[in-house]
């Protein structure tokens, strides 16, 4: 019995052999200039880390300060006016406290489009809880000290003894709350592009980086998970031990 009779395209064999045999075959080592190597479409690791850690800080930093700018200007006036501003400002608090923070910000991020400039306008509606409360003790605090009570003896006005007199010596609570927030923003900025809510998909961030390597842990390539991972570890860890620095060199308690 012939072959052909049995595989109609045993003839061919032959001739495929042949022609795949003068296909030039060439082996591609692995890139010096891709120490972390490449992802699925062969664009280098380390370079997408470098570009999400711009990313993230400049959310984490451009958030915190506008949190804190809500934070203190609101801490001030409830602090230092107290009587009916101080209770609708409590109130208003209450209110977004009510709510858990990470539900908060979901909320807002389903509601918005998506972009840099939604979640910094996000975390910054949902981060000023904290530093409001601390300056708002700290401005009650002040209000009694002597120096508050000769600065209204000389004239001076309301918005003076608030930003002037009173702020700079606030300003430790300020800088150590900022620092703070820009740690816990590049967290939340990493949990909302991982789950879809963050920055557009065309852009790098540690967070679009952690989901796209969760689907290549399935084939075993493990190093784009690693190159985010330690890259927002080093930066928290960084910030973190700048808190601490600024925590005992600012606040008189600890000198």
Not at 163 to 174: D, G, K, T
Request: aromatic fraction near 10%; charge should be neutral.
């Amino acid at each position: 019995m012939d072959l052909s009779d049995i595989d109609p395209l045993a003839p061919r064999y032959k001739e495929w052999e042949e022609r795949a045999a003068k296909i030039a075959v060439t082996e591609t080592k692995r890139a010096e200039s891709l120490p972390f190597g490449g992802d699925k479409w062969g664009r280098d690791v380390l370079a997408k880390a470098v570009k999400g850690s711009e990313v993230s800080i400049f959310v984490g930093l451009t958030a915190a300060l506008f949190a804190t700018l809500i934070g203190t200007v609101l801490g001030a006036m409830a602090g230092y006016w107290g009587g009916k501003v101080n209770d609708f400002l409590e109130w208003f608090y209450n209110i977004f406290t009510s709510i858990p923070y990470i539900l908060l910000i979901l909320a807002f991020a389903a509601v918005f489009k998506r972009g840099l400039d939604t979640i910094i306008v996000i975390l910054a509606l949902t981060g000023w809880t904290g530093i409001y409360r601390l300056v708002r003790a700290e401005y009650i605090k002040q209000c009694g000290r002597e120096y508050v009570m000769a600065a209204q003896a000389i004239g001076a006005s309301h918005l003076s003894r608030m930003f002037i007199h009173i702020l700079p010596n606030a300003s430790h609570v300020i800088l150590v709350q900022l620092s703070q927030h820009v740690v816990g923003f590049i967290k939340a900025e990493v949990i909302l592009s991982f789950l879809g809510l963050g920055v557009p998909v065309d852009m790098v961030s540690w967070g679009t980086m952690l989901a796209e390597a969760q689907n290549e842990l399935v084939i075993g390539k493990w190093w784009q998970l690693f190159a985010a991972g330690a890259s927002m570890a080093i930066l928290v860890t960084a910030f973190s031990m700048l808190t601490d620095s600024l925590r005992d060199a600012l606040d008189p308690k600890l000198k």
